[in-house]
């Protein structure tokens, strides 16, 4: 049973109409693995998720699930998954605590009702409040519970820190680690580069319903652009700043402020910054299509 | 299974009551007023100078002094209209009620297979109608002392029956189509104009005859209203109750088969059968 893969697709193709979402996809993850799937918006993530539950049907493909076919056994697939889709909708006059006890009882009520507590606790969720009163972070918090609480062999989550606070994204970091200790595996889709760096075994890219690498969450690094603002105290030279590798200039204003453009590693701008007298520094991320259009420069998405 | 069942019947616990209350007072007042309009001898002259064309609406009118006639016309025979919109409603929103807001796609991924969903919920829509059409039987129990329509409780629900058959069957036809149609609202919508169109076809049969020999085709023709007090028509039943079971068997085919949707996906399309899956 071990050497089985958590998640085995091959060439999975689905379109919607015309459109095609997937174009080959291929993924393949070990048991005990954290896995990232990392792509821009409409780049297939959530359309890999819902071939592998059952909840659409591809035109082509291979799927198997710790080698069962979710189309033939979507029962045992489920008993063994806890998913969180990417937009969590529940039922709006509940209260948490009785969202939590119908999902607990379509699991036949096999959930250690403590456990649930425990994660309640950890995610700071109050019970007693209507899901309709709940923020969309208390609610995304719910939809993790929800697909915790019965500690699955594998956990899907599309997104699974949307809408949380940085601090709570740190806890639910802290609750995936846990889980691949406790020998679960997590196999989970973001469009934060940052994110799957931190988390992640090994990440697979999509785009345009491509895999068009899969990566080690070290190589991501070299995928972050920065839009960088420095403002200078008095006016400066920045021709050496200019010079430090990985740097653009985008624009100065007198020698007084600049606005570089940062590839990768922030380590040598960082250093070569030391030397100015800098009175602020304003730092943004690219989006991700960004990322990956300037990080792929010169490669073609579309023939992949 | 049981949990959607369970879930079911506490979401529809306000169409109960609401509807429950509103036709079990209907039917109380009506079952009270039986025993003034015996004695209002002009009452039948009244009606028969009534126009054709309204006439037509209640062919029970000429019974109107007999219990069954006059429980024909003054409830079953519009109950099909008035309980339907509770019917159809619920029908076309059992399940893609929730898939339209996107609760589906995460109840779908719990290990209840997509038979058992459907079944729980079916089951949860039936008790649902059945505990509405009890409540409002208790409007006319409850006064047959006093009313003077001589029926025991047996005779008084007889009529439900026939109606709670037919309810079924609009909702089970409106359960069908939002299978097929976008929205929960036009699958409902479809079917309750189907039901007034039914409607209106058994009056206007009664004035053009012609139109008749598109009536005997329809679900109401085999509707046997307030005349089932003196016996229930089995064999109107059953084939009414076949028909619903054929659209629950094509529902349920339709919604193992179907590619649950979130937001913006699907539309005036047939679902993905599964025929055209290749495999390597």
Known sequence: MDNIKAIDIRQLHKSYGRVPALQGVDIDVDQGEIFGFLGPNGAGKTTTIRCMLDMIRPQSGFIRIFGFDPRLDPNILHTKVGYLPGELNLEANRKVRNTLRYFVE????????????YLVDRLELDLETPVKNLSKGNKQKVG??????????LLIMDEPTSGLDPLMQQEVYRLLRQAKTEGSTVFFSSHVINEVETLADRVAIISKGKIIEEAEPGELINMEVRRMQVRFREPVDIKPLTQVAGVELQSQNGGKQVTLRVEGDLDAVIKALARYPVSDMDLQRQSLEQAFLTYYQGVSLEGG | MFTEFKHTLRRLRGSIIGWGIGIFSYGLLMASFYSAMQGMEDFTELLENYPQEMLAFFPSISEIMTPQGYMDTYYFAYMTL???????????NLLVADEEKG???LLIAYPVNRSGFFLGRLAGYLVATAVILIISWLGWLIP??????????????????????????????ALFLSMLLPSARSAAGLS?????????????SNI???LQEIYVLTPLYFYQGGSAVVGVDWVSILFLSDLAMILVLLAWWLFTRREIRVGGEGGWKLPNLGFNIRRI
Do not use: C, T
């Open chain 2, 208 to 210: 053009n005859p012609e």
């Open chain 2, 192 to 204: 309750g104009a189907m039901l007034v169109i039914n409607f209106l076809l058994v009056g206007l």
């Open chain 2, 103 to 105: 609760i589906l796609d």
């Open chain 2, 144 to 173: 047959s002392g006093s009313s003077g329509l001589g029926l025991d409780a047996v005779q008084l629900l007889k009529p439900f029956l026939p109606l709670y058959v037919i309810l079924v069957l609009f909702g089970m036809f």
């Open chain 1, 144 to 153: 993790l519970v929800q697909a915790m609480m019965h500690k699955p062999e």
């Open chain 1, 106 to 117: 379509l699991r036949g009520n096999s959930v250690d009702w403590d456990y649930v507590l």
């Open chain 2, 82 to 92: 008035i309980i339907g919109i509770f019917s159809v409603a619920a029908g076309g």
